[in-house]
T-cell receptor
């Protein structure tokens, strides 16, 4: 069974530029999560989807961050415009349902210069 | 809000020996899960072990076991017969069970970097 797939693995952009990250969850997993992991810290939830509905986006900085999960499968997380402080690893995770173990992808390391 | 504290930023152990990683948490909830995740240099976060708060029996997974002390809000991970491949950052995490909304997010500690030496 394939795991959670994320792309790209690495991204370097200049500040004020837009950037997008893509996630394909494990087949059959209804719940999808985006986490932000700063260097030396544990991940922090940005947004959680149940199917195509964002049921918890309270930690998502909505002035520059947006996310979508069309058709309840793949998801895209976008930052526009990027700031220096956005440099971090962005992790995607999925679970069968909200009350089950979360399985993580390899993450995208973003560097904003 | 829940908090998770890992008081050991770094630890090391000799191959084949046993090591224990500490974790404490603070919550007013009675129904929750606790997890240990492993994150090697490749960055892939891997679930090591899970404990349901309502279960008194400590969870075990091969060489990995936990000591869950609910009253003390302590959840330590013991790794027996340490292997070089166990070298990684280990995160303790909390998740409230039930109720919808923001309850299903994982709250992580800051992690413990474990190095297994040959």
């Amino acid at each position: 069974e394939a795991g959670v797939v994320q792309s790209p693995r690495y991204k370097i952009i200049e500040k004020k530029q837009p950037v997008a990250f893509w996630c394909n969850p494990i087949s059959g997993h209804n719940t999808l999560y985006w986490y932000l992991q700063n260097l030396g810290q544990g991940p922090e939830l940005l947004i959680r989807y149940e199917n195509e509905e964002a049921v918890d986006d309270s930690q998502l900085p909505k002035d520059r961050f947006s996310a979508e999960r069309l058709k309840g499968v793949d998801s895209t997380l976008k930052i526009q415009p990027a700031e220096l402080g956005d440099s971090a690893v962005y992790l995607c995770a999925s679970s069968l349902d909200s009350d089950y173990e979360q399985y993580f992808g390899p993450g995208t390391r973003l560097t904003v210069t | 809000a829940q908090t998770v504290t890992q008081s050991q930023p770094e630890m090391s152990v000799q191959e084949a020996e046993t090591v224990t990683l500490s974790c404490t948490y603070d919550t007013s909830e009675s129904n929750y899960y606790l997890f240990w995740y492993k994150q090697p240099p490749s960055r892939q976060m891997i679930l090591v072990i899970r404990q349901e708060a309502y279960k008194q029996q400590n969870a075990t997974e091969n060489r990995f076991s936990v000591n869950f002390q609910k009253a003390a809000k302590s959840f330590s991970l013991k790794i027996s017969d340490s292997q070089l491949g166990d070298t990684a950052m280990y995160f303790c995490a909390f998740m409230k069970h039930g109720g919808g909304g923001s309850n299903y997010k994982l709250t992580f500690g800051k992690g413990t970097l474990l190095t297994v030496n040959p």
